[in-house]
């Protein structure tokens, strides 16, 4: 207290100057119009400034917030295609189409908590499990492409088998094209899975898309994987063997969906039925 | 003052330059005058100013400064055996220690009346012209309006 007193007895002189610097400062701006003009002017552009840096600091640290908000409108906006591309190949069939038709998928988004990519069997680990509606056989994709299918679940968590791992298997086409194969990756690059059984009168050319076909349960049809990046034969020779780039980038891939309602019980069942009856007819 | 408001504030040389003579009496404080004192003198000196010349806050910042700085100042060019009450004159001081003391505070007044007055460094040219044409012009007047005081207190 007695330094405090001190302090400012000692440097009464410094509190005086700056009391009167700033009375006469007051009348500077109060009662002359061009330095009020100018002191505001340089005020506003000073806080503008400050305000423009705060809103980049606030709008970086929202950055995820937004990012998880348009990968739920991109997956979103997927599953409206895929559902209009349906029914619209529904209308070509049968032209009386109820309007209003109940949503055919639904997706929970996830969030990658592990992955591999330089592995033999690499899988990705998601966040999201049974008590999200999650079962084996789902198919995961990202708002650029197919990402691969679920392998196993816990209540909290799922392991995908991504289309980096040589034991995936998924059956596509070419867009535009019935000519169908099936995609299966041979390590090495993470970027690129090569798809086979394709025959070789089919046209293809580089660059074409590859997608889904819909003919497994797990996917919908016309989900994005690839383009076509080089074109060779099969070791067989009766068909292509297509080098195909995946949209999908594993190595920065964050948020996935999950399509948790298409796989349908009551055809796999049926095809269940179907091999079980093949094969007792076999033996 | 009434010499400043009345006769020198119509003074417009070559149309900006504007000697300030109430740097002088900020010039006469004699050492070991109170800082509160000199600064409470300047602030009022340069109050009566903007009041006769519509300049509210200019003169009273600028004297206000110089009235801080004008102790210190002092007591750089003074004589270290000077008597506590020592009076800066032509006379005591010498003829270049005065000059100096007079320029450096006359300059420093200058500059920071001219200063608010532009609020602008756009026509820096003109504003120092302003200042140093000022400076040079209040140190004449006020070496003119010293020999005559000295010379009316000898006779």
Redesign the interface.
Known sequence: MRALIDLLING??WF??LL??A??????????G??KS?YFTTANDVAGTAYSIISSVTSYLYLQTANQRLEADNQRLYREIAQMKEQMAEAGLDTIHPHGLPTKYDFVNAQIVNATTHKTNNLITINKGEADGIRPEMGVVCSRGVVGVVYLTSKHYSIVLPLINVNSKVSCRLRGSDYFGTLNWHRGSSLCTYATGIPRHADVKKREIVETNGYSDIFPPGLPIGLVADIGDSPDGMSYLLTVKMFADFATMREVSVITNYTKPERRELEQVADSLMKSEDI | MACQVLVLNQVHLLGYITPLLLGYMMVCFHRGT???VT??W??TI?LIF?IFNN????A??AC??VA?IQQPLLNMFAPRDAAEDFVPTFNSLGFWSYLSYTLILMFVLHAVFYL?DA??LSDWQMTLYAIVGGTLLSCLITFFVELLVRTRKVQ
Do not use: I
């Open positions: 009464k002189h005086l100057f009167l610097e009375v006469s400062l007051f009348s500077l701006f109060s009662y002359n061009y330095q100018v | 109170s800082r509160v600064l409470l300047g602030f340069g903007d300049t509210a806050g200019m009273s910042a206000t400064f801080m608010l609020f602008t």
